[in-house]
T-cell receptor, first 116, second 110 residues
């Protein structure tokens, strides 16, 4: 596809269950980001991947959160033992960085997670 | 640390100018951005400014950057009801990390 694709678009889960959210970036984009959007918290940075470099995990809120990016393309965000405060929209974005590039991020439509 | 702050709400009348303000903390920011999120849609880049510029104009949009005060503003001239959305200020810090503010919800009254 032409844009960033995220799945599932909606996920309802019970407290304590694990969830996986998937992001398929724009083909050829070297950088991939995960953000969390919730009421009162705005857009919260979670993690980003750039090429083969070690990811910047500085925004992950707890060790229940992890992410991986396989083959420099698709990424999966995993939340273990979900809590109600994890309920939010999880946004993925990708970008193609090269010399002089503006660093525009292209966002997917998000995965809405509801933890009951 | 990195932090971006902006007011949460702004209400204007159709035809007036809107000014959305933002402050950031990282003096090493290279690019600063304004993204727009319309209801039920993802974020899209509206405009950006490089850190060595003071102003950028793009049709109805004017971006002002005061690097000394770490203050960024977005002015929308002749605001229309279609401009109602959430506007996010963002800064690109060292490397590739991009930090966003909480977003300003703009209401345009007809």
């Amino acid at each position: 596809g032409a844009g960033v694709s995220q799945s599932p678009s909606n996920k309802v889960t019970e407290k304590g269950k694990d969830v996986e959210l998937r992001c398929d970036p724009i083909s050829g984009h070297t950088a991939l980001y995960w953000y969390r959007q919730s009421l009162g918290q705005g857009l919260e940075f979670l993690i980003y991947f750039q090429g083969n470099s070690a990811p910047d995990k500085s925004g992950l809120p707890s060790d229940r959160f992890s992410a991986e990016r396989t083959g420099g393309s698709v990424s999966t965000l995993t939340i273990q033992r979900t809590q109600q405060e994890d309920s939010a929209v999880y946004l993925c974005a990708s970008s193609f960085f090269q010399g002089g590039d503006t660093g525009e991020l292209f966002f997917g439509e998000g995965s809405r997670l509801t933890v009951l | 640390g990195e932090d971006v702050e902006q007011s949460l709400f702004l209400s204007v009348r159709e035809g007036d100018s809107s000014v959305i303000n933002c402050t950031y903390t990282d003096s090493s920011s290279t690019y600063l951005y304004w993204y727009k999120q319309e209801p039920g849609a993802g974020l899209q880049l509206l405009t950006y400014i490089f850190s060595n510029m003071d102003m950028k104009q793009d049709q109805r949009l004017t971006v002002l950057l005061n690097k000394k005060d770490k203050h960024l503003s977005l002015r929308i001239a002749d605001t229309q009801t279609g401009d109602s959305a959430i506007y996010f200020c963002a800064e690109r810090t060292g490397g590739f990390k991009t930090i966003f503010g909480a977003g300003t919800r703009l209401f345009v009254k007809a």
